[in-house]
Nanobody, 122 residues
Framework: QVQPVESGGDSVQAGGSLRLSCAAS????????MSWYRQAPGKEREFVSA?????????TDSVKGRFTISQDQDNGKNIVYLQMNSLKPEDTAMYYC??????????????WGQGTQVTVSS
């Protein structure tokens, strides 16, 4: 599945944890990297986290120390996880997975998932 598919969103109380998953496959010659974004109601979509070239994580400041990104492969699918701990009400948003190619072509372009909703209540 070229388009990423997210899962794992839920409603939790502040201080709780969730693990989001994003799975995608196909067009391996595009050498995709995967990242997480989120969009809260009335706000623009913002970057949350990505896998760095060294395999580590890149994070926006507001989630550093609370969120952890990781990746895996399963039956030919690339899977990216976002472990979210110590959740805050301001983390409430639709979370999107983005697949970005190493180079651009007709098929090697950005692909976005449909999103998974995270709601954190105080």
């Amino acid at each position: 599945q070229v388009q990423p598919v997210e899962s794992g969103g839920d409603s939790v109380q502040a201080g709780g944890s969730l693990r989001l998953s994003c799975a995608a496959s196909g067009l391996t010659y595009c050498r995709f990297s995967m990242s997480w974004y989120r969009q809260a109601p009335g706000k623009e979509r913002e970057f949350v986290s990505a896998i760095a070239n060294d395999g580590g994580g890149i994070y926006t400041d507001s989630v550093k120390g609370r969120f952890t990104i990781s990746q895996d492969q399963d039956n030919g699918k690339n899977i990216v996880y976002l472990q979210m701990n110590s959740l805050k009400p301001e983390d409430t948003a639709m979370y999107y997975c983005k697949r970005s190619p190493a180079y651009s072509s007709a098929m090697c372009r950005d692909y976005w998932g449909q999103g998974t909703q995270v709601t954190v209540s105080s």
